[in-house]
């Protein structure tokens, strides 16, 4: 803890805060919410993935029992789900963007499309309602492979005669090429990154409700960004100018991602609300979360990868087709293009690098950012490529890395795809996680595997990603619709408490405790004196909201900016009451003092003053000590690390144990040693769960057949080791805190070492490569394809 | 949820009649996947005849056999100590079946009664060679399993008690589906004198059944090593998204050699 730390500060380890409510059932979801008069909504979905609605009849349904109103597309004619991020084509074409509509208009696109609303007095009543809509489709071959949907044939968009959103590239095309002409050795691989189903703890669901008396509408929902939803919601589907438009994220059980974006169902709920004159509420069930939370990761790969003879990397090229599913959701072409291939360079000083992505339509849930967003994608084509390239040069893994590393004083370092990073030091992070991982005696633990008939790998990963999303100039030419700074507002009460307003949300990250810790740690006053307030647009000042790992660093950022501006005004405040000069003033541990003199004022006093301003030179000094920060970053904050996996299979039946984990991260300065660790574990175990269990699976109808947890694996308990963790940090040169962010680095870092073990592992019967999930029977089957072609 | 009459009976003869009186009415013993199908709306009986009250049908006495009465908890096998000693694979069975929660619910006449192609239990009434008493009759397993999700008991005909014979050795081996956990395969062997009997669950397209290239080659030597040169045929085996068929078929012999190797 550094010095001055009064328990609370920066670098404590403070026990969360927001647990205690959490644990013992108090915390506060939307579905705890109920409003006088509620009614209920169930949406009727659609059960194929691709169809005309010749249709609709829905008057047997109205005249249920219990039934309120029944709406379909016909009814709800609004503006569409707007997309917040516009890629332009290589070509300079704009990026097709085609409605997307909540309730379907004519058409559905995926199976669990919302076709019609059913509102009731009770839910069971909405959904037997529900049954007794009878709808006649006209049913369409669905759109499933990318590659053959990219050569046309169905269109899951007929209005814009593609199949294809975009087709995306950067970096020096040509100089690649020839680049890769005068190598010694090109490795190619071809990768799948699976795509993934998010499975928040918490199901989405929505309350929305109407004030006739105001024109006022207040929805709670389960949402990582409540004003990005305010504006989107209000400005481009519903026309509501944000100060007649409350959104309150209250308790959030998880997001990954999947919660940041605006979702058909509030928006249809809202605008219900109007019609119906009465609450609404709607919670999707876990099936429903499975067909409608959108999808993670999808892409389809093929790389290469240039060497000279001494395996020092000369180019990579890398062409990448990228799922969108049937509609643009709301972050969702930023995600394969400026999150992903900004990335390439990895952390080796790779010279040239060129990437294409083609952005494709299918008829299946929109896939969006989920724990990680294009960042694993890299890291996991980069590492598999790198280890590939190893055992093709006949290199070490470690060597192959470390000849290739960007070193420690090459900071700031330009890279060939846009990003400048900041600070790092790889290697330092590869070493402390070899003595921490334990890796010399891996060869001692291989044989003793070996001896119970085990076949034992280790893997490496050594990865970086960018976060701190962003700098709003550099996001705004790349094509975002928003600015990505972040707010904080600190209001001192007369009695020298704290209450915080962030636009940064939480949603199981700790905030409460971080944001506290920073805050005690500037105004030197205790935890339990500052409260820590999000997620509703009816009292927090404009903010981005939390997504990319930004939250510290932009977010926490802010609020350190705000408390600065605490201290000059109380400084002032000090100055004025101790009849010193303002210069004069020195702030430490909670006292202003007259430096080089016994008067001094705590805290509280001066907040006291701020708030009863007897004698105050109002010219000069205004009541009152709370101020707002906004924060927009100069660059992104480049958190990277060393993941090492070993595993151990078990031939006959293709079973994979992960025995160890290692990740050492470089996060820059940590400020709860114990959050760090929990988000690094929680982090990891997804990594691990995409690694080897989680597969989103359809068939080639483009029935959903992961659709529930019968078939679609999570990850659990007894899937994941004792990790080891451990950070080697360096410090972010931007901003004050030093911080990097830490949310993703377990998802980003951790696949491509497992991946790796396990090619280690099965290296000597052949075995060269195996897609994820890495399941039993994939290994089985990929040992016995081995054995059949040796 | 459809709508249903709720019947909750104390004794067998009454939970009969009622079931009898009901136009289409179905048994509830743990409810450990009516309730789930209920919920799902993929099933809609009129009437639901519970029967956890009928407390004649808890009961387990262990004798020359075990016999576990229809409403005995997964969970009330798994801590018997009589059963532990008597079979110890039953209550290792037992204690691998779903969670704390199923198996604190869920009971063995109606994993048997439902006979999903996954559940374990009837992979051990099969090798046990254990006799199904219902309220008319004793049906033995043999007799019993008829397909995926379908056995010998007719219409309104209620389980009363599962009987298994002692075996000289036995032993469950599951692998376990590893999203549901269910069986992808799950084999159980027993050693009866000279005979062998051996039963899979999990992996066979019709259910539950014998696979006679096992039993034959461990009835010349019960050991592992008898399984070295047996084969299964994926013929009759399911496939899906988990587990191919030839997986399926690997496994059941993998499976098979690690009971035996097991079998107390």
């Known amino acids: 803890m550094p010095d001055g730390v009064i328990g609370t500060g920066i670098g404590a380890v403070v026990k969360r805060v927001e647990d205690f409510r959490f644990l013992t059932g108090n915390g506060n979801y939307t579905d705890d919410i109920n409003r006088p008069g509620q009614t209920y909504a169930y949406m009727l979905r659609s059960p194929h993935a691709h169809a005309t609605i010749n249709s609709i009849d829905t008057a047997v349904a109205e005249a249920a029992p219990g039934v309120v109103a029944v709406f379909t597309g016909d009814d709800m004619q609004v503006g569409g789900l707007p997309c917040g991020w516009q890629i332009h084509s290589e070509d300079g074409s704009p990026m097709h963007e085609p409605p997307h509509p909540s309730l379907a208009q004519g058409k559905v696109r995926h199976v669990g499309d919302q076709v019609a609303v059913v509102i009731a007095e009770t839910l069971e009543q909405a959904k037997t309602a529900a049954t007794l809509i009878n709808i006649d489709y006209g049913i369409l071959p669905a759109v499933m492979d990318m590659k053959a949907a990219e050569a046309g044939g169905t269109l899951v968009h007929e209005e814009i005669e593609t199949n294809k959103c975009y087709d995306w590239g950067i970096g020096d095309k040509s100089a690649v090429d020839e680049a890769l002409a005068s190598s010694a050795h090109i490795t190619e691989i071809d990768i799948v990154n699976n795509r993934l189903i998010p499975n928040a703890m918490e199901p989405r669901a929505a309350v929305a409700e109407f004030n006739k008396a105001t024109s006022e509408y207040t929805v709670y929902t389960t949402s990582q960004n409540p004003h990005v939803i305010r504006l989107l919601m209000g400005a481009f589907v519903l026309s509501v100018p944000e100060h007649k438009l409350r959104i309150i994220a209250p308790d959030v059980g998880g997001g990954f991602g999947s919660k940041i974006f605006l979702y058909a169902e509030e928006t249809i709920i809202t605008w219900a609300s109007t019609k119906v004159g009465r609450p609404i509420k709607w919670t999707a069930e876990r099936s429903e979360s499975f067909m409608t939370d959108a999808h993670g990761r999808?892409?389809?790969?093929?790389?290469?990868?240039?060497?000279?003879?001494?395996?020092?990397?000369?180019?990579?090229?890398?062409?990448?087709?990228?799922?969108?599913?049937?509609?643009?959701?709301?972050?969702?072409?930023?995600?394969?293009?400026?999150?992903?291939?900004?990335?390439?360079?990895?952390v080796y000083k790779t010279p040239v690098i060129y990437a294409n992505v083609k952005a494709i339509f299918t008829n299946t849930v929109p896939v969006d950012a989920y724990r990680g967003a294009g960042r694993p994608e890299a890291s996991y084509l980069l590492e598999r490529i790198v280890d590939r390239a190893a055992r093709e040069m006949g290199i070490e893994q470690v060597d192959i890395r470390q000849r290739n590393m960007i070193s420690a004083d090459a900071f700031p370092y330009?890279?060939?795809?846009?990003?400048?990073?900041?600070?790092?030091?790889?290697?330092?992070?590869?070493?402390?996680?070899?003595?921490?991982?334990?890796?010399?005696?891996?060869?001692?633990?291989?044989?003793?595997?070996?001896?119970?008939?085990?076949?034992?790998?280790?893997?490496?990963?050594?990865?970086?990603?960018?976060?701190?999303?962003?700098?709003?100039?550099?996001?705004?030419?790349?094509?975002?619709?928003?600015?990505l700074y972040e707010s904080a507002e600190v209001r001192v009460h007369p009695t020298g408490s704290v209450t915080v307003f962030t636009g940064s949300h939480s949603h199981g990250q700790g905030h409460e405790t971080t944001f506290a810790q920073i805050v005690s740690e500037q105004l030197g006053i205790p935890i339990e004196n500052i409260e820590i307030n999000h997620g509703d647009t009816g009292n927090v000042q404009f903010g981005m909201g939390t997504y990319g790992s930004r939250s510290l660093a932009v977010g926490g950022e802010a609020l350190l900016r705000a408390t600065n501006k605490i201290i000059d005004k109380a400084s002032k405040i000090a100055a004025h009451c101790l009849e010193a000069a303002v210069d004069d003033i020195e702030f430490k541990e909670g006292n202003f003092t007259v430096s080089g003199t016994d008067k001094s004022m705590a805290f509280g006093e001066v907040a006291l003053t701020a708030y009863v301003p007897h004698n105050f030179p109002h010219d000069e000094l205004e009541p009152g000590l709370d101020e707002t920060a906004f924060y927009d970053p100069a660059n992104f904050t480049f958190p990277g690390g060393c993941h090492i996996c070993e595993v151990e299979i078990d031939p006959e039946t293709g079973v994979t144990e992960v025995k160890n984990f290692t990740a050492v991260d470089d996060i820059g300065r940590v400020i709860n040693p114990m959050i760090v660790e929990g988000q690094v574990h929680g982090g990891v175990a997804q990594g691990i769960g995409q690694a080897l269990l989680e597969g989103c699976s359809y068939d080639s109808d483009g029935q959903l057949l992961t659709g529930s947890y019968m078939d679609y694996t999570m990850p659990r308990a007894d899937n994941v080791p004792n990790f080891k963790v451990g950070t080697q940090s360096t410090l972010c040169t931007h901003n004050t805190l030093g911080v990097k962010g830490v949310g993703e680095v377990g998802a980003i870092g951790s696949p491509p070492a497992v991946i790796n073990a396990i090619v280690d592992a099965l290296s000597d019967m052949g075995v060269t490569d195996i897609s994820m999930p890495a399941t039993p029977s994939k290994v089985w089957q990929s040992i016995q394809s081995a054995k059949a072609s040796s | 949820m459809h709508d249903f009459?709720?019947?909750?009976?104390?004794?067998?003869?009454?939970?009969?009649?009622?079931?009898?009186?009901?136009?289409?009415?179905?048994?509830?013993?743990?409810?450990?996947?009516?309730?789930?199908?209920?919920?799902?709306?993929?099933?809609?009986?009129?009437?639901?005849?519970?029967?956890?009250?009928?407390?004649?049908?808890?009961?387990?006495?262990?004798?020359?056999?075990?016999?576990?009465?229809?409403?005995?908890?997964?969970?009330?096998?798994?801590?018997?100590?009589?059963?532990?000693?008597?079979?110890?694979?039953?209550?290792?069975?037992?204690?691998?079946?779903?969670?704390?929660?199923?198996?604190?619910?869920?009971?063995?006449?109606?994993?048997?009664?439902?006979?999903?192609?996954?559940?374990?239990?009837?992979?051990?009434?099969?090798?046990?060679?254990?006799?199904?008493?219902?309220?008319?009759?004793?049906?033995?397993?043999?007799?019993?399993?008829?397909?995926?999700?379908?056995?010998?008991?007719?219409?309104?005909?209620?389980?009363?008690?599962?009987?298994?014979?002692?075996?000289?050795?036995?032993?469950?081996?599951?692998?376990?589906?590893?999203?549901?956990?269910?069986?992808?395969?799950?084999?159980?062997?027993?050693?009866?004198?000279?005979?062998?009997?051996?039963?899979?669950?999990?992996?066979?397209?019709?259910?539950?059944?014998?696979?006679?290239?096992?039993?034959?080659?461990?009835?010349?030597?019960?050991?592992?090593?008898?399984?070295?040169?047996?084969?299964?045929?994926?013929?009759?085996?399911?496939?899906?998204?988990?587990?191919?068929?030839?997986?399926?078929?690997?496994?059941?012999?993998?499976?098979?050699?690690?009971?035996?190797?097991?079998?107390?």
Not at chain 2, 197 to 211: K, L, Q, S
């Open chain 1, 298 to 346: 999808d892409h389809v790969t093929h790389a290469k990868l240039g060497m000279d003879e001494n395996g020092i990397f000369t180019a990579l090229k890398v062409e990448t087709y990228a799922n969108m599913g049937a509609y643009l959701s709301t972050f969702a072409t930023s995600v394969p293009t400026y999150l992903y291939a900004t990335l390439l360079a990895g």
């Open chain 1, 414 to 483: 330009q890279t060939p795809v846009a990003l400048e990073y900041d600070s790092g030091d790889y290697q330092a992070t590869l070493a402390s996680a070899m003595k921490l991982a334990e890796t010399s005696g891996f060869d001692l633990r291989k044989k003793e595997s070996q001896a119970r008939g085990k076949k034992r790998g280790i893997g490496y990963s050594t990865y970086i990603e960018a976060c701190g999303i962003a700098p709003s100039a550099v996001a705004g030419a790349l094509g975002a619709r928003a600015g």
């Open chain 2, 5 to 264: 009459n709720y019947h909750k009976t104390s004794n067998i003869e009454e939970a009969v009649k009622v079931h009898m009186g009901a136009e289409d009415g179905t048994y509830m013993a743990g409810g450990q996947t009516l309730l789930p199908t209920l919920k799902q709306r993929l099933a809609a009986p009129t009437d639901i005849i519970d029967i956890a009250g009928v407390t004649e049908l808890n009961t387990i006495t262990v004798s020359d056999d075990v016999s576990l009465g229809s409403m005995a908890t997964h969970a009330s096998v798994a801590n018997s100590s009589e059963v532990s000693s008597a079979i110890p694979a039953l209550a290792t069975l037992a204690a691998g079946i779903g969670d704390p929660q199923v198996r604190n619910r869920g009971t063995i006449g109606g994993s048997v009664a439902n006979n999903d192609p996954a559940a374990d239990y009837p992979a051990a009434c099969l090798a046990l060679n254990a006799t199904i008493t219902t309220n008319r009759r004793k049906i033995v397993a043999d007799d019993f399993f008829t397909g995926m999700f379908e056995t010998a008991l007719e219409e309104n005909e209620l389980i009363t008690s599962v009987s298994f014979p002692k075996p000289d050795k036995a032993a469950y081996m599951k692998f376990p589906n590893p999203a549901s956990r269910y069986a992808i395969v799950g084999v159980f062997v027993a050693l009866f004198g000279t005979d062998v009997r051996v039963a899979v669950t999990g992996a066979g397209d019709n259910g539950v059944f014998r696979p006679t290239e096992i039993e034959n080659s461990l009835s010349s030597s019960f050991t592992a090593s008898a399984l070295d040169d047996t084969t299964i045929s994926p013929d009759d085996l399911l496939s899906d998204i988990h587990a191919q068929s030839d997986y399926r078929a690997s496994l059941i012999i993998t499976m098979a050699k690690r009971a035996v190797a097991a079998a107390s």
